[in-house]
């Protein structure tokens, strides 16, 4: 009985320290001009630096088979998780497209698809899309 008891405590306590990761440590890295293409349902989050500032373009893409479903959408976060900007739909064919100036530093996307934390039968399906990052230096 003690033996369960101490299991029970400890899976608790990781729970608990599991809850209060910050999704920003996962982030994926996000290069200029190469897609990164996720072909699941869910949130993702997302990050890039600038060295300099520059205006910056982050759109989704999802493709000819997955469009039907619904795009993505996107929020630009700085780096203490402040939603700078969200976009639904502006991009082609209903994807988002975030287009603004940012000073240099650290950046983050979260991107969530329309199913994301669904129960319905469309996480056991692939989802694709892409996300690209654009930067235009300032000269």
């Known amino acids: 009985m003690r033996c369960c008891v101490s299991t029970l405590l400890a899976l608790l306590l990781l729970a608990g320290c599991a809850g209060t990761r910050n999704p920003h440590d996962l982030a994926i890295g996000l290069t200029p001009d190469r897609p990164f293409e996720v072909m699941s349902t869910g949130m993702r989050y997302f990050t890039f630096t600038l060295q300099e500032p520059a205006n910056v373009v982050l759109e989704s893409e999802t493709f000819p088979w997955d469009s039907a479903m619904g795009a993505p959408s996107g929020e630009l976060l700085d780096v203490d998780g402040e939603v700078v900007e969200r976009d639904w739909h502006s991009g082609i064919d209903g994807n988002f497209r975030i ?14 698809t329309p199913y994301a934390g669904s129960s319905s039968a469309f996480l056991d399906r692939d989802y694709r899309y892409s996300v690209t990052l654009r930067i235009v230096r300032n000269g």
């Open 99 to 112: 287009e603004r100036h940012l000073d240099a530093g650290t950046w983050y996307l979260r991107v969530t």
